[in-house]
């Protein structure tokens, strides 16, 4: 008699395998193909023509490139930091306290930007932006800042929100019964045990700032290029393999932030 199954395994189901290699390639055999095509030594995207650093070494030298990569790092950083506060407060606000009336309508209110096609938020920035410009005649970069923090909320709010539901509350019960602060709660018990999420929450937010073109190609002034608009520029007029090296950095940072992420948010036994 054959041995009855117990449970599903869905690696078992025939063509699972191939199936799982020809997403796998069609996913990251563009990749490769940039990051080969970044040390080609011929002008031309589409001949090889050996293998040079030539092109990072443009790109590190020029300055229009070297100005839109502080603009991206500025930006990504201080709406890092803005949406993973308002993120946080969110957060707290959402799991730490009884189910309330309304709580459903908040928490879609605060993952709008997620439901919500880019194009639509972008251009209703837009409006917003262009009319406080006309009343203040203010053009600078906290618009994108402001922008890119509305955005990225959603983002950085999953992980800690996650993370909060994932703690055991006898700890900060304990406190609480050792005569402890709300205060005192958060700052010694709640705050050390979120860490993990706040940073994963942030990482996430600063990748996706600095990978946005939809939003920033709309609210930003001239001179305002940041690195995603630069390349994008560049791309409209001829493309050159110095894009390819920017791009093979730029996806390099990507990579390393995602893994910094997911290993803050891997669940331990």
């Known amino acids: 008699m054959a041995e009855r199954r117990t449970h599903f395994n869905v690696a078992d189901i025939p063509g699972f395998g191939l199936t799982a290699m020809v997403v796998f390639a069609a996913l990251y055999a563009p990749i490769m193909a940039l990051i080969v095509y970044s040390f080609n030594a011929s002008p031309s995207v589409a001949n090889w023509g050996g293998l040079t650093l030539d092109w990072y070494r443009k790109a590190a030298h020029n300055q229009e490139?070297?100005?839109a990569t502080a603009n991206s790092l500025i930006i990504a950083t201080q709406a890092a930091l803005f949406s993973t506060v308002l993120a946080t407060l969110a957060a707290l606000g959402t799991t730490r306290r009884p189910p309330f009336k309304g709580m459903t309508a908040i928490y879609a209110a605060i993952n709008q930007p997620l439901m919500v096609p880019e194009i639509v938020t972008a251009v209703a920035l837009l409006v917003l932006t262009a009319a406080v410009k006309q009343a203040t005649g203010y053009s600078g970069l906290g618009y994108l800042v402001l922008a890119h923090t509305a955005f990225c909320i959603p983002f950085a709010y999953l992980p800690i929100r996650a993370r909060l539901e994932g703690m055991d509350l006898s700890y900060e019960t304990a406190a609480a019964d050792l005569y402890a602060s709300d205060w005192q709660v958060f700052r010694h018990v709640t705050l050390p045990l979120l860490l993990p999420g706040i940073l994963a929450g942030?990482?996430?937010?600063?990748?996706t700032s600095l990978d946005d073109v939809v939003i920033t190609e709309f609210i930003k002034s001239p001179?305002?290029?940041?690195?995603p608009t630069y390349m994008l520029g560049q791309l409209r007029r001829a493309m050159t393999p110095d894009v390819n090296a920017i791009s093979a950095v730029l996806m390099g940072v990507t990579v390393l932030?995602?893994?910094?992420?997911?290993?803050?948010?891997?669940?331990k036994n």
Do not use: P
């Open 257 to 267: 932030m995602l893994c910094a992420f997911f290993l803050l948010t891997r669940k």
């Open 223 to 227: 001179g305002q290029d940041t690195l």
């Open 65 to 67: 490139i070297l100005n």
């Open 202 to 207: 942030a990482m996430l937010a600063f990748v």
